[in-house]
Structures are given as C-alpha cells and as structure tokens.
C-alpha cells in the first residue's frame, strides 16, 4: 500500500535516514515499520505522511519537530500505575498509520501540514526540559511514536541519561522487527485497543486487528515495559456485550489479570459526528463485564466517576488509590506498594508516596531549554 502522494521532500536536519525497509525489483521501495508496508515511488510518502522515499531509501521527514508540548498529569495518558501523581512531559509530530475515523486528535494525526509543526527540539534538550520541569516522565503521546520511531528512540535514550523515564501511547500497529527495537527503549506503554472484531478494526481503522494483539502479547510477554490498555467505546460500533466478553476475556488470558483496562467515552469526532457520545452507563457495564472476566484493575475515562476512576484492591475491595478526575484525593497504599488492609501486592510502578501534580496542564516552550 502507499499513499500516493508527492509533496515537497528536501534533506535538511528533519530528514534521517531509517532502517526498516528494503528495496524492490520494480524500483520502488517498500517500508517495514509496519503491517501496511506501503510501497513508495520516488518522491512518494507512505501513509502515515512522515516516512518516504527519498534518493531510493525511506527517510524520517519530521526528526526533531513537534506539533507542541505540554506538561500533563500521568493519568491522563491514561496510566493509573505508574507513578500515580506525577507531571509528563508529554509531545507529538504528525501523521498516523491508521486511518481511524473517530480520531479524537484528527487536527494533528490527520495533518498533512509541515506547519502544524510548530516547535524544535533536539532529544538532549527535550531531556534537559523534563528535569527543569520536574517531570518524571517524557510521553510519546497525540499522535502514534511507532511512526517517529528515530526521534523517539533518541529522545528515550537522553531522557534515561538523566534519570527521566519514557511512555509510548500508541496503537500497537506495527511489525514484529521494529517493535523489538522500539520498545527495548521504552519503560510504559498504553496500548489502544480499539475494538474487537477484524471487521471493526478494517471497516473504521483502516487496520487490521491480529498484528494489535501480538504486539500486546510481545509487550507483557518478552518485555519489561509496564502495559496499560485503552479502548475508547464507540456506540453501536464496538461496545456490545458479546464483543467486550470476547476482548476481556482473551486479555484475562493472553495477558493476565494485573493489566490494567481502560474504558474511556467517545464524542462525536473527524468523521463520526453523526455518532452519539458514549453514555455513562456503558462505560460502567464494560466494567462490570471485565472484572467479572477477571480483571483486577478496570477504569473508566472521559466521564466524572470516582468508583470507576480509583484503584481497589483486588483480594479485599480496600480502597487503595481514590481519584477525582486526574486528582489523587486519597492514597492508602504502603511504601511497597501492598493493600494496608490484607498486604496483597498491587500491580504497577509505585513510589512509596504518589506525586502532587493534579489535574494541571502547562503548555512548554522547548526554545526556552535549547
């Protein structure tokens, strides 16, 4: 598959040469970052918009450029356990390998606009601003880091120099040599499971579904990359009590029961606003199905729930972490991170006392760190 589109490619410093990818007899060349393995003339961007070919081999076009950055609590990546409290730097650049038509973040995945990228920063810098803004963690967020992989790969490795840990949100789409690769460099991940059914996922995705469920299972199975999911509940489309038996119950047993789930409400969005908002109760049945399927850790999101949004411990029901929004407004858990109740371990990456960011939203600079 390839794009079919031809803008302007000029080498410069945003433009790097990548690894995954080979030439064909044909004279084109065939990108190996992910399952569409778009096939590109000269001059020809895949679908994602920021890999092409250029002088025969696929390059990078948008290294070191961002469509902004903005200091986030963790919770709202969403991740509920790892290290709970604390401010991400987060950021993204533009472009996407799917083609979801519900995007929630259409204006910067859909871009095809150099200029929606607004702000440079080299990865020593963006590594520098994370320590100045004392934030715990640098996210790959906005739109999906697997197609910026060079830049985020870069940027994990300064951040690690300096104590900052690294996040990749993403929708898991993509192929089984790069991921290795990509996440040997990541500490958390929030995958974004966006439905159940190959129908789903083909029909409004444009993607398929298996190559998302390997990558979940490479994730838990052969890293120690701490994995959190999301599945955004779309009426009509995916929120049926069939399908998130199906979903729950395979990530019961493909993944184990401490992942933790998130069920989050859809609005109607980019090519879906003719689709009504998830209502309340759907989030709250889908938690219900998933605990009674095993989960010990399920959340609901984009709706004001306390019950759906705090931690519990799975083996007496404590209360471990209560949460208004991305507010932490009580923490019982022990410096080990155990249930004070019966000493049952909950799963996640905790410090002995959570962070106190709160639910603020700080829009960075980058110019000011250079």
């Known amino acids: 598959m390839a794009q079919g589109e031809e803008t302007a490619i000029r080498p410069g410093p945003d433009t790097v040469p990548t690894r995954h990818w080979h030439a064909l007899e044909d004279g084109r060349v065939q990108c190996d970052l992910c399952p569409r393995e778009c096939r590109l003339h000269e001059g020809q961007r895949g679908l994602c918009f920021v890999r092409a070919n250029l002088g025969g081999r696929v390059v990078l076009t948008t290294y070191g450029r961002s469509s902004g950055f903005c200091v986030d609590p963790i919770e709202k990546k969403p991740l509920n356990h790892f290290l709970p409290g604390t401010p991400v730097l987060s950021f993204g650049t533009a472009g996407c ?9 259409w204006d910067i995945s859909k871009s095809r606009e150099i200029d929606t990228l607004a702000d ?3 990865p020593h810098t963006l590594a ?3 320590r100045a803004l004392e934030c715990r963690s640098v996210a790959f967020t906005y739109n999906d880091p697997v197609i910026f992989m060079e830049y985020a790969i870069d940027v994990a490795d300064a951040c690690h120099e300096v104590g900052v840990r690294t996040v990749a949100v993403t929708a898991g789409y993509i192929s089984p040599g790069p991921r290795a690769e990509f996440f040997a460099h990541m500490d958390a991940a929030n995958v974004d499971l966006k439905g159940f059914s190959e129908r789903f996922y083909w029909k409004l995705t444009g993607g398929h579904l298996e190559p998302v469920l390997d990558t979940l299972r490479y994730i838990r199975r052969e890293t ?6 999301t599945t955004l509940l779309i ?31 859809f609005h109607p969005d980019w090519k879906m606003t003719d689709v009504a908002p998830t209502p309340p109760q759907t989030l709250t049945r889908a938690r219900c199905i998933a ?3 095993g989960l010990r850790y399920v959340y609901t999101g984009n709706v004001h729930d306390e019950e759906g949004g705090s931690t519990y411990c799975h083996q007496c029901g404590t209360r471990l972490i209560a949460r208004d929004w991305y507010v932490i407004t009580d923490w019982n858990l022990s410096a080990e991170g155990r249930c004070p109740a019966c000493g049952t371990a909950c799963a996640g990456v905790f410090e002995p006392q959570p962070g106190a960011w709160g639910a603020r939203r700080l829009p960075v600079r980058l110019a000011a760190f250079g």
Do not use: Y
Not at 224 to 229: D, G, K, M, T, Y
């Open 97 to 105: 390998n799917l083609a979801c038509k519900f995007c929630q973040n």
């Open 120 to 122: 440079r920063a080299e």
């Open 128 to 130: 520098r601003a994370a």
């Open 224 to 229: 120690r990359v701490w994995l959190e999911i």
């Open 235 to 265: 009426p009509g489309a995916n929120d049926s009590d069939a399908e998130l038996e199906a979903m729950t119950a395979w990530i019961a047993e493909n993944l184990g029961p401490d992942v933790p789930l998130h069920f989050t409400a």
């Open 291 to 293: 605990l009674r399927n």
